[in-house]
C-alpha cells in the first residue's frame, strides 16, 4: 500500500487545511497516511528562525497577501477559519503529546486531531488550557483523566521530541511535512498537487 507520511502541528492554520484536504486524496489513490505528530516551535527554533523574525518585523503587504491567501485556501477547502485565532501562536504541546498517546489507533487519532483543528482554527479556542481540551476528549470518545494522565508520561514527551528530531534530520523545516515513498518530501497544503504526482508516478 502506498503511504504518505505527514508530520504536522495543530496550531499550523496551513495544516489545518492539509489535514483536511489530504485524507480524500489519499483515499483516491488508495494511501495509508502515516500522522506523525511534532511540534512545530522545535523546528523553527532549531533549523527556521526566520519564522520570529518576520513576525516581530511583518512586512505589511505581504502580510496582508497572507492572510488573504489563508482565507482563500480555506474556503476553497470549504472550512471556516479564524484568522488569527485570539491566542497566536498558541502552545499546542498537550494537544500534540495527545495524538502522539493515540498514534496506534489512527481513526481514533484523526478524529481527535479534527477536533482540536477545529476548535483552534475554526472557533478560535486556546487549545492549551485543559479546559478546552477536557470536553474535545470527551467528544472524541476519550477520559480526559487518562489522557492527561498519559501525556504527562516521559515516554511520550521524548517521543515528541524524536519526531522532531527526526524531521529536522530529513530535512524539515515546518508544518505540514509530508514524504511518499519514504524520502521524497513535500511541505504545505499548497504541495498537494505535487503529493498527487507523487503517487501518480509509484502507479
Same mark, same amino acid.
Given at each position: +500500500?502506498?503511504?504518505?507520511e505527514?508530520? *504536522?502541528?495543530?496550531s499550523?492554520?496551513?495544516?489545518?487545511?492539509?489535514?483536511?484536504?489530504?485524507?480524500?486524496?489519499?483515499?483516491?489513490?488508495? #494511501?495509508? =497516511?502515516?500522522?506523525?505528530? =511534532?511540534?512545530?516551535?522545535?523546528l523553527?527554533?532549531?533549523?527556521?528562525?526566520?519564522?520570529?523574525?518576520?513576525?516581530e518585523?511583518?512586512?505589511?503587504?505581504k502580510? &496582508?497577501?497572507q492572510?488573504?491567501?489563508?482565507?482563500?485556501? &480555506?474556503?476553497?477547502?470549504?472550512?471556516?477559519?479564524?484568522?488569527?485565532?485570539?491566542? *497566536?501562536?498558541?502552545?499546542?504541546?498537550? #494537544? +500534540?503529546?495527545?495524538?502522539?498517546?493515540?498514534?496506534?489507533?489512527? #481513526?481514533? +487519532?484523526?478524529?481527535?486531531?479534527?477536533?482540536?483543528?477545529?476548535?483552534?482554527?475554526?472557533? %478560535?479556542?486556546? !487549545?492549551?488550557?485543559?479546559?478546552?481540551?477536557?470536553? =474535545? *476528549?470527551?467528544a472524541?470518545?476519550?477520559?480526559?483523566?487518562?489522557m492527561?494522565?498519559?501525556?504527562?508520561?516521559?515516554?511520550?514527551?521524548d517521543?515528541?521530541?524524536?519526531?522532531?528530531?527526526?524531521? !529536522?534530520?530529513?530535512?524539515? *523545516?515546518?508544518?505540514?511535512?509530508?514524504?511518499?515513498g519514504?524520502?521524497?518530501?513535500?511541505? %504545505?497544503?499548497?504541495?498537494?498537487?505535487?503529493?498527487?504526482?507523487?503517487?501518480?508516478?509509484? %502507479?
Amino acid at each position: +500500500m502506498k503511504t504518505i507520511e505527514c508530520f *504536522f502541528d495543530c496550531s499550523s492554520p496551513w495544516t489545518y487545511l492539509c489535514f483536511h484536504n489530504l485524507q480524500p486524496l489519499a483515499a483516491e489513490f488508495g #494511501a495509508r =497516511i502515516r500522522w506523525r505528530p =511534532i511540534l512545530v516551535g522545535g523546528l523553527f527554533n532549531t533549523v527556521n528562525p526566520s519564522v520570529y523574525a518576520a513576525r516581530e518585523n511583518p512586512v505589511p503587504v505581504k502580510a &496582508a497577501w497572507q492572510a488573504k491567501s489563508l482565507n482563500d485556501w &480555506a474556503a476553497l477547502a470549504g472550512l471556516r477559519i479564524v484568522n488569527p485565532p485570539p491566542v *497566536f501562536p498558541v502552545n499546542s504541546v498537550k #494537544a +500534540m503529546r495527545a495524538c502522539l498517546v493515540l498514534q496506534d489507533d489512527p #481513526a481514533r +487519532m484523526t478524529d481527535f486531531a479534527r477536533r482540536v483543528f477545529e476548535a483552534y482554527w475554526g472557533r %478560535g479556542e486556546d !487549545i492549551s488550557q485543559d479546559s478546552v481540551l477536557t470536553p =474535545i *476528549f470527551r467528544a472524541a470518545g476519550l477520559s480526559p483523566e487518562t489522557m492527561f494522565e498519559a501525556i504527562g508520561r516521559a515516554d511520550i514527551k521524548d517521543a515528541l521530541r524524536g519526531n522532531v528530531d527526526e524531521l !529536522i534530520a530529513r530535512g524539515g *523545516f515546518g508544518s505540514p511535512t509530508m514524504f511518499v515513498g519514504g524520502s521524497d518530501m513535500y511541505f %504545505g497544503n499548497d504541495a498537494l498537487p505535487l503529493v498527487r504526482q507523487a503517487l501518480q508516478r509509484q %502507479g
